[in-house]
């Protein structure tokens, strides 16, 4: 069985532009979750989807956009690209909300220059 | 809020030592725990989890019992080797937070042969 799979796994971007990063979940998960890695630190949440509706935000601008689509999948949107959204974007996939736990992807590295 | 606080590395060790590493949360309601292992490029993997208190996750020699009355999540390894080289995550999550994932900032672990 294929695991969390997520596109591109490196993506290099100018200051101000948007960038859409995708993410497919594990077959019968029907919740995907978004996280930003700063290098150093500890995934920030950002956004939570479940059965194409958003369950919970994290503390992240409106530039950061995310949706879910009827087979699950997952796009995360930023525009206006800052240096400082530089990171690695992980995704993660769950059966529910609930506590079932989280398998995440391989991340998609982001580079603003 | 639930936050988690984990011991700050690096650490250095020989190969067949041990290993813990400190994991101290702040939750509300009964969290559930787990430690997630991050190899040098690569995504999140969970490497253990409990559920509920006095719970003992084990995988791959590492261990972790979730102490309520202490709010700790402590990992060891009794003899680990130079490929358990790699930045350790203590995470919790809780229905109070709507089971997002909160995070440690990690803690590098390398084995010297």
């Known amino acids: 069985d294929a695991g969390v799979t997520q596109s591109p796994t490196h993506l290099i971007k100018t200051r101000g532009q948007q960038v859409t990063l995708r993410c497919s979940p594990i077959?019968?998960?029907?919740?995907v979750s978004w996280y930003q890695q700063v290098l150093g630190q500890g995934p920030q949440f950002i956004f939570q989807?479940?059965?194409?509706?958003?369950?919970g935000r994290g503390n992240f601008p409106d530039r950061f956009s995310a949706r879910q689509f009827p087979n699950y999948s997952s796009e995360l949107n930023v525009n206006a690209l800052l240096l400082g959204d530089s990171a690695l974007y992980l995704c993660?996939?769950?059966?529910?909300?609930?506590?079932?736990?989280?398998?995440f992807g391989s991340g998609t590295r982001l580079t603003v220059v | 809020g639930n936050s988690v606080t984990q011991m700050e590395g690096p650490v250095t060790l020989s190969e067949e030592a041990f290993l813990t590493i400190n994991c101290t949360y702040t939750a509300t309601g009964y969290p559930s725990l787990f430690w997630y292992v991050q190899y040098p490029g690569e995504g999140l993997q969970l490497l253990l989890k409990?559920?509920?208190?006095?719970d003992k996750g084990s995988n791959k020699g590492f261990e972790a019992t979730y102490r309520k009355e202490t709010t700790s999540f402590h990992l060891e390894k009794g003899s680990v080797q130079v490929s358990d080289s790699a930045v350790y995550f203590c995470a919790l999550s809780a229905r109070s937070n709507d089971y997002k994932l909160s995070f440690g900032a990690g803690t590098t672990v390398t084995v010297r042969a």
């Open positions: 077959s019968g998960h029907k919740s």
């Open positions: 993660a996939s769950s059966l529910r909300t609930e506590n079932y736990g989280y398998t």
């Open positions: 409990a559920t509920k208190a006095d």
């Open positions: 989807y479940y059965e194409k509706e958003e369950r």
